[in-house]
């Protein structure tokens, strides 16, 4: 046979082999089945709650909501809540998060409100368990230390919990650190990562970097699916759906996903 042959044959098996997803436990999954999640706690369109605040977090928490929030590394290495790279759109101050101590981080106001950066120490002590969370953990220059100091904090939340990230390589820690962990990979069509460049945008938008990662969750934006992305999901992970909003089909999406972060709306806790 052929060398063109062999390989045509094979690469359907290629395919399952780097796109297939990690197995995961019916007690892991069973918390976020039907679960509708605040995306960044319940934060209001006019920002008068601001997104990732101990207001938004309480508010979302009082409501049986699941929490979606995202944590990253001030300059000394503790970790915080904040979404963005940088502080321009929320805190109108320019530079990175990691460029700024903690102290200073907290002098800040978010959406020019009271309220300030939390900790995730101080989230996870004001949450105490009440409601499950999905935390994603921000790709940055120390990715490692992040990882370790967030299981670290987890390992103490009495509530169920679970990460997620864009970055394979943080999967990729937790597959060989902590693999009871639930893990997902946040993805979105190709074409999303503009910022990333051609290459980047191929692997992470087509779940290549599954083949390092082995997610148990899919966590998908609002972009075209392509076939390797329909592949993994044939595989059976569980299928979450990302960034929901009122002009959305609710009815389709909740028949497909098995969790729904939502944003600017207040649905039923539980959606199954």
Known sequence: MKLSSLLLAAAPFLAV???????SKNNQRAPFMGLNVAHRGLHTADRSRPENSLAAFETAAAAGYGIELDVQLSREGEVVVF???TLDRVCGVHGRVDAFT??????MRLCGTDQTIPTFAQVLQLLDGRVPLIV???TGPRNRLLCRKTLELLRGY????CIESFDPRILAWFKRNAPDVLRGQLADTPGSYKSHGPLAGAVLGNLLGNVIARPQFIAWGEGKKTPLVRLCEWMEPMKVRWTVRPADDRIQLEGEYDAIIFEYETPPAYYR
């Open 17 to 23: 082999w780097l796109v297939a997803p990690g197995k």
């Open 83 to 85: 979404h963005d790279d």
């Open 102 to 107: 903690l102290a200073q981080l907290q002098g």
């Open 136 to 138: 994603e953990l921000k």
């Open 158 to 161: 009495p509530g169920a919990w």
